[in-house]
C-alpha cells in the first residue's frame, strides 16, 4: 500500500504562485506516471498535469505555460509549480500514482480575485 499526502495549498490572490507537493510512503521511481488532478467546486475531477517515469511532462491545455510539474525521487515527492493563478484554478488538488492506482486526500487551493 502507497500513502500520498498533498501539501502546499493556500489562499492566493490573482497572479500568484504556490507549489504543491505530494510526498510519497516509499520510492516513486517504480511508479510509471504521477499525477495532479483537481475538482473545483460543483464540478467534476479533472486532469492538470502528469509526468512518466521517462520524464515525459503532458498538461492540460487549461494550465499548460503556468504549471509545472516536476520530481525529487530522494524525497519520493512530486511538485506542482502553479504560476499566474486565476480564480478559475480555485479547486481541491489531488495527487495520483500509477494511472491512478493510489490517491492522495487532496490540498485546496482557493485563488481570490
Known amino acids: 500500500q502507497v500513502q500520498l499526502v498533498e501539501s502546499g495549498g493556500g489562499l492566493v490572490q490573482a497572479g500568484g504562485s504556490l507549489r504543491l507537493s505530494c510526498a510519497a510512503s516509499r520510492s516513486i521511481f517504480s511508479f510509471n506516471t504521477m499525477d495532479w488532478y483537481r475538482q473545483p467546486p460543483g464540478k467534476q475531477r479533472e486532469f492538470v498535469a502528469r509526468?512518466?517515469?521517462?520524464?515525459?511532462?503532458i498538461y492540460a491545455d487549461s494550465v499548460k505555460g503556468r504549471f509545472t510539474i516536476s520530481r525529487y525521487d530522494a524525497k519520493n515527492t512530486v511538485y506542482l509549480q502553479m504560476n499566474s493563478l486565476s480564480p478559475e484554478d480555485t479547486a481541491v488538488y489531488y495527487c495520483?500514482?500509477?494511472?491512478?492506482?493510489?490517491w492522495g486526500q487532496g490540498t485546496q487551493v482557493t485563488v481570490s480575485s
Open positions: 495520483s500514482a500509477r494511472d491512478g492506482t493510489y
Open positions: 509526468l512518466t517515469s521517462g520524464g515525459l511532462k
